[in-house]
């Protein structure tokens, strides 16, 4: 974890946006990124408990959750999809699900996340602020590298929440974060599904052909050919399930 040179606690969402727009000061959520990191670099800690990014709202088939909205309180919200909720549980251990936000998990952009990729399948999008004032901004742009600068906050993310989704994922033990996983949904203008552990972040794919453009990374817990194949294998049955097929 790295040094802490200070601690601040903004009270609006200008104070925040000022902070974190000067050198080496970083925004502080649920913190379990920061812990986690190897780097040691003396940073300015700018907490955003203090901002009421919490809760949920339903208006006009959609959701709105609070980017500090914790994983744990997510997994326990009724107004949530099931999917968000399972995919929440199944994102980090119960010790840190109380901590780890979902704003700071779309931040984070992590490649076997499997909570971005359920998001991706509902469509989501993700309220910035920067120094342009608040925008709406489709959850696949914000993974991208084209949008990774600048200073910005993350507000609330919006999901749509009809239709049906599945997730299949595949890892070494039931225990161990997923190689790869998938999200599928199917609602009224068709098929959305998500792939973990074969680029940098989560990327939508084809539902149909699921493995185009698809350049997975190899490591000890297996190798490119190996992820192309597991996702061929789990698109295959979660558009099965989505077909009422077991």
Known sequence: MAKILSYQRPE???????LISQDKHVPLAGGTLLNASEDKEPLHFVDLQGLALKGTERSNGKLTIGSM?????????????DSIRLSSRSELPSTLRTMATIGGTVASGNSDSQL???????????????????SNVPLQEVLSESNSSGTQLILSIDL????????EATGR????????????????????MAVTGVASTPVLVDPENPTVSLQ????????????MHLVKILASRALDLLNGEK
């Open 12 to 18: 609006n969402l200008e104070e925040a946006l000022s």
């Open 69 to 81: 909205m914790t994983l744990d309180e997510i997994m326990k919200n009724s107004d949530c999809p």
């Open 116 to 134: 971005i990729a359920s998001l991706l399948v509902h469509d989501a999008e993700v309220t910035i602020l920067n120094s342009d004032g608040e």
């Open 160 to 167: 749509d929440t009809d239709g049906e989704c599945v997730l």
């Open 173 to 192: 033990t039931p225990a161990d974060t997923p190689i790869v996983s998938v999200a599928a949904r199917r609602c009224s203008d068709g098929d959305r």
């Open 216 to 227: 997975p990374p190899s490591d000890f817990r297996g190798d490119s050919e190996y992820r």
